[in-house]
């Protein structure tokens, strides 16, 4: 079956130092979405990718879709300690709204 | 802040007993799903529901139960239950557009421990 996988699964950064999340699929991806989770919180949706080679910048946050459409990236510029959390990535399944999502990369900031 | 609510968020019963876990989500939207979030697997979706109809089952124990009495509600019924079902389990809800687009809103979740 479709598999989305994540790497790193754990990392640790001191604040102010750069952070990058890469996510893979087995399959080809419609659009592929990120999500980030606080500890103790929720998934919360961050952004939406649908373009071969889509980058999209939120502040800190750079969000990059491959040219195959099978992989994509979060880059974080100068870590704040409100960056701490797990960050997943999905991609629709089989169905549309099926979404797969990633094994996630669990950030933690160091003050 | 969500406009998806769970209850209750903490829950302990034992294998032989029976309750239920409850989502309401309060943004129109027409598609509602329960995911299963522990150490092995971070997020696993359970079950999906478009417009209430269950269109997927991701293999899911006969012991997990859930239903769809309409697009803003959904509960997830638990019976004799093992220790390894102990997780949290995640309601989220969307709207599917025709093209496929959807963003998924997650409810705080229900921790439940099952001893």
């Known amino acids: 079956g479709q598999q989305v996988m994540q790497i790193p699964q754990y990392q640790h950064v001191q604040e102010g130092e750069d952070f990058t999340t890469y996510c893979n699929s087995s399959?080809?991806?419609?659009?592929i979405q990120w999500y980030k989770q606080r500890p103790g919180g929720h998934p919360v949706f961050l952004i939406q990718?649908?373009?071969?080679?889509e980058v999209k910048k939120q502040k800190r946050l750079t969000f990059q879709f491959g040219e195959a459409k099978k992989n994509s990236s979060l880059h974080i510029t100068a870590t704040q300690t409100t960056d701490v959390g797990t960050y997943f990535c999905?991609?629709?399944?089989?169905?549309?709204?099926?979404?797969?999502f990633g094994t996630g990369t669990r950030l933690k900031v160091l003050a | 802040e969500t406009g998806v609510t769970q209850t209750p968020r903490h829950l302990v019963m034992g294998m032989t007993n029976k309750k239920s876990l409850k989502c309401e989500q309060h943004?129109?939207?027409?598609?509602m799903y329960w995911y299963k979030q522990s150490a092995k697997k971070p997020l696993e979706l359970m079950f999906v529901?478009?417009?209430?109809?269950?269109?997927e089952n991701n293999s899911v124990p006969s012991r997990f139960s859930p239903e769809c009495p309409n697009s803003s509600h959904l509960f997830l019924h638990l019976h004799t239950l093992q220790p390894e079902d102990s997780a949290l389990y995640l309601c989220?809800?969307?709207?599917?557009?025709?093209?496929?687009?959807?963003?998924?809103?997650f409810g705080q979740g229900t921790r439940l421990t099952v001893v």
């Open positions: 990718l649908v373009k071969s080679g």
């Open positions: 989220a809800s969307s709207q599917i557009y025709p093209n496929g687009d959807t963003e998924a809103f």
């Open positions: 529901y478009n417009f209430k109809e269950q269109t």
């Open positions: 943004l129109g939207h027409n598609a």
């Open positions: 399959t080809t991806l419609s659009n």
């Open positions: 999905a991609g629709p399944g089989l169905g549309t709204y099926k979404y797969i």
